[in-house]
């Protein structure tokens, strides 16, 4: 009795566990945000000439770890269309040995703010990086998508959410 109430109270902590599909958690959230930044950047192509995924690197604005099962929840999600790594700490991102400090393997750093609250339409503030000197602030709105079923018919998956909206303020 005790086994089952340990998996039950572990369950219960996962951040996305047991929300229904109508709301906005932490990993539906930066899913969105990696999804809204993977159809802003220009693709990057290999000495062959073949378009490789966006990387796009993901750190919280306030120094806090990001959930390990919301990191397993956004690379399972997004790893059709994006690499996603996320990153303890800023400085990680960036690459010192190239001028300018460039994010890492030609991608971006977002810098996540506090996650709200889960709910049908949630705000998330976020500066993207392209290099160290470089930061825009954004505040995306991100509502919960009913209709996705997570899988399109060629098998890659879908966002749980979407971006409606971006500012910048």
């Known amino acids: 009795m005790a086994a089952l109430l340990a998996v039950f109270a572990v369950a219960a902590c996962d951040s996305d566990a047991g929300e229904s599909s109508d709301v906005v958690g932490s990993a539906d959230a930066i899913t969105a945000a990696v999804a809204w ?3 802003e950047q220009e693709p990057v192509v290999d000495a062959d000439g073949e378009a490789q995924l966006p990387v796009v690197f993901v750190v919280a604005d306030d120094g806090a770890m990001i959930d390990v099962g ?6 399972a999600d997004t790893v059709d269309w994006a690499t996603v790594r996320f990153a303890d700490d800023i400085a990680d991102t960036f690459d010192p040995d190239v001028e300018g400090e460039p994010v890492r393997d030609d991608g971006v750093l977002l810098l996540i703010g506090p996650m709200p609250e889960p709910a049908r339409s949630v705000e998330l503030e976020l500066v993207r990086y392209f290099d160290i000197d470089t930061g825009e602030t954004f505040t995306l709105e991100i509502t919960a998508d009913m209709g996705s079923d997570d899988t399109t018919a060629d098998g890659t998956t879908t ?8 500012t910048q303020p």
């Open 37 to 39: 930044q993977a159809g």
């Open 70 to 75: 919301v990191q397993a929840d956004v690379a």
């Open 159 to 166: 966002p749980n959410a979407i971006v409606t909206a971006v």
